[in-house]
């Protein structure tokens, strides 16, 4: 194994480490000690890749969801289908359960500096979005009324919906289902 893999093997042992623990002990409880001996790491290690538990949660969830839009777009063919699978690969591979993802966002916003970062990431996140629309406005899948930047902000808005109720609610119905029907309908009505 070369450098860079062993470096992305690691990176992935310290992340599946940390989901399993938040899993079995909750979000709050689990150490970054804990999760550097899971991941069978020294506890420095971890902070070679993360600066904080928080953050690698932060990081990890915008990586994921931007990877699998590129993967998914240019397999698609269209904008619209590209976003619409990517948004439910994502669903359907969600590294984290409804209550893992509850305890994640307890910490997250119960803490103003982390709260800030969550934010940046939204900002990020439609920075990246925003032109894909505009680009699935210019081949005229999507439809010109709304903003390229507006048609973002609410689907980020769906998203955050659609998973707030999923963690919130106790019915075993999936993300994936959730998300399915949320941007059926979103796209649906975005079609120029």
Same mark, same amino acid.
């Given at each position: 194994?070369?450098? @860079? +893999?062993?470096?992305?093997?690691?990176?992935?042992? #310290?992340?599946?480490?940390? &989901? *399993?623990?938040?899993? $079995?002990?909750?979000?709050?409880?689990?150490?970054?000690?804990?999760?550097?001996?899971?991941?069978?790491?020294?506890?420095?290690?971890?902070?070679?890749?993360?600066?904080?538990? @928080? +953050?690698?949660?932060?990081?990890?969830?915008?990586? #994921?969801?931007?990877?699998? &839009? *590129?993967?998914?777009? $240019?397999?698609?063919?269209?904008?619209?289908?590209?976003?619409?699978?990517?948004?439910?690969?994502?669903?359907?591979?969600?590294?984290?359960?409804?209550?893992?993802?509850?305890?994640?966002?307890?910490?997250?916003?119960?803490?103003?500096?982390?709260?800030?970062?969550?934010? *940046?990431?939204?900002? $990020?996140?439609?920075?990246?979005?925003?032109?894909?629309?505009?680009?699935?406005?210019?081949?005229?899948?999507?439809?010109?009324?709304?903003?390229?930047?507006?048609?973002?902000?609410?689907?980020?808005?769906?998203?955050?919906?659609?998973?707030?109720?999923?963690?919130?609610?106790?019915?075993?119905?999936?993300?994936?289902?959730?998300?399915?029907?949320?941007?059926?309908?979103?796209?649906?009505?975005?079609?120029?």
């Amino acid at each position: 194994m070369n450098r @860079e +893999d062993k470096k992305k093997y690691t990176r992935h042992r #310290i992340i599946e480490s940390a &989901i *399993e623990l938040f899993e $079995e002990q909750g979000y709050e409880s689990t150490t970054v000690q804990q999760i550097a001996n899971r991941a069978k790491v020294a506890k420095g290690t971890f902070f070679n890749y993360f600066a904080s538990k @928080e +953050d690698m949660i932060l990081e990890l969830q915008g990586f #994921i969801l931007m990877n699998v &839009i *590129e993967s998914k777009r $240019e397999a698609a063919g269209s904008i619209v289908g590209g976003l619409r699978d990517s948004l439910l690969a994502y669903a359907r591979n969600f590294p984290m359960t409804p209550s893992v993802t509850r305890a994640v966002l307890q910490g997250t916003y119960g803490k103003p500096r982390l709260g800030l970062a969550q934010s *940046e990431r939204s900002r $990020e996140f439609l920075a990246y979005l925003a032109p894909i629309l505009a680009e699935g406005q210019e081949r005229g899948e999507i439809r010109k009324d709304v903003s390229a930047e507006c048609i973002a902000r609410m689907a980020v808005q769906c998203y955050y919906g659609v998973l707030m109720l999923w963690v919130l609610e106790q019915e075993q119905v999936s993300l994936e289902e959730r998300m399915t029907l949320q941007f059926d309908v979103f796209f649906q009505g975005l079609r120029a």
